[in-house]
């Protein structure tokens, strides 16, 4: 059962210590990208609305926005948006 996984998993996360959650302010930190972290923030609001009013009323729930993924992938698409030189 999925249930069943997601206990086992969040179990082995525990155990190894892993950190299941990422701040905005913790990504841009750790890819040295302080500047656009609004950008970000706004990125990641902006799919959450529209993927939130896209899903299923019965699907809502279980809509858990505070994976990493979602994190990472807002400031991939703001980084895209800006690009840096680097001298």
């Given at each position: ?6 206990r ?7 155990l190894?210590?892993?950190?299941r959650?990422?701040s ?12 656009i972290?609004?950008?970000?923030r ?5 799919y959450k609305?529209?993927?939130?009013a ?21 400031l ?12």
């Open positions: 059962k999925e249930a069943d996984f997601r086992s998993l969040t179990a082995l996360h525990l190894l210590k892993i950190r959650q990422i905005v302010n913790e990504a841009c930190a750790e890819f040295k990208c302080n500047g972290k609004g950008e970000v706004h990125t990641l609001e902006v609305r529209e993927f939130w896209n899903l299923p009323a019965d699907k809502r729930e279980a809509a858990d926005f505070g994976r990493p993924v979602f994190v990472l992938a807002a991939f698409l703001a980084a895209k948006r800006h690009p840096l030189l680097v001298k």
